[in-house]
């Protein structure tokens, strides 16, 4: 017999622990000061017109502009 009823009960999530009760936990110190360096990481960036996925797009026309310039140096050698 490959499973067992307890390993079936199991494998059913029978060992959910249920959500404490009472309001969330507060954020500890260090991951209050990573939200807000976040925050201000993407209002510096919208302030120069940029969202995250503007900073992506740059980033691979910038790699592809450098690949292009290695591939042009090294064909004219």
Known sequence: MPFS???????KGGLRVPPP??????????EREQEKRAEARAQRLH????SSAGVIIMSAVLAAVVVMLVLVLISHH
């Open 21 to 30: 009760t009472g309001p969330p936990p507060k954020p500890i110190k260090a």
């Open 47 to 50: 302030s120069a017109g940029l």
């Open 5 to 11: 009823g307890q390993q079936a009960w199991l494998r």
